[in-house]
């Protein structure tokens, strides 16, 4: 079963626009993922929020995490044509420790 | 430094038939999984490994077997091939389970006809 959903399946935006992406799950967790698929190819970790961070940050990466409306969201600024991606969420959590992933949000940047 | 390589990156087979997925990463990492992703879908689990040696179940992981007689590999059989098992397979690595982030291949695509 899929822990975490995204929204929106797909998002387009203009060069220079901010991207944001959210994720919902279900259960308790103990951190949250961000992973980057560019098409044909395999994910790339972007981002972990631990579940007692609110916000992180790295580059032009912004994450929130709120464990009481079991919500996250994934910010990028000043978006690039590169951006272009297929973006998901993965939640840790339960005994097993096993990466649960969401289905992914589609974003394209237009040059 | 390759990271996560799977072997092969396209494969076709007919129903019935048997393959071999190979995924090998050179990180010294203990934690391997197999997912596959279907369009639409996110990764779902089939197998993983916490050490050589050892394997466990995923989500999915019926109609695959898993071997990891080596640090390095994590080897994902089909023994009877079936059109529903057409996909994307992923191999990741990581260095422990305690929610560490993943290194993944880029992937195998397989086609059962």
């Known amino acids: 079963s899929q822990q975490g959903e995204e929204d929106p399946q797909a998002l387009s935006i203009q060069e220079g626009e901010n991207a944001t992406m959210n994720c919902s799950y279900k259960t308790s967790i103990n951190n949250l993922q961000w992973y980057r698929q560019n098409s044909g190819r395999g994910l790339v970790h972007l981002i972990l929020?631990?579940?007692?961070?609110r916000e992180k940050h790295s580059g032009r990466l912004r994450v929130t995490l709120d464990t009481s409306k079991k919500s996250s969201s994934l910010l990028i600024t000043a978006s690039r044509a590169a951006d272009t991606a297929s973006y998901f969420c993965a939640t840790d959590g339960g005994s097993a420790r096993q990466l649960t992933f969401g289905s992914g949000t589609q974003l394209t940047v237009l040059p | 430094n390759a990271g996560v390589t799977q072997t092969p990156k396209f494969r076709v087979l007919k129903t019935g038939q048997s393959m071999t997925l190979l995924c090998a990463q050179d990180m010294n990492h203990e934690y391997m999984y197999w997912y596959r992703q279907d369009p639409g879908m996110g990764l779902r689990l089939i197998h993983y490994?916490?050490?050589?040696?050892?394997?466990a179940k995923g989500e999915v992981p019926d109609g695959y077997n898993v071997s990891r007689l080596k640090k390095q590999n994590f080897l994902l059989g089909l023994e009877s091939a079936a059109p529903s098992q057409t996909s994307v397979y992923f191999c990741?690595?990581?260095?422990?389970?305690?929610?560490?982030?993943?290194?993944f291949g880029d992937g195998t695509r397989l086609s059962i006809l």
């Open positions: 990741a690595s990581s260095y422990d389970q305690g929610g560490r982030p993943q290194h």
């Open positions: 490994s916490v050490g050589e040696g050892t394997t």
């Open positions: 929020i631990r579940s007692n961070e």
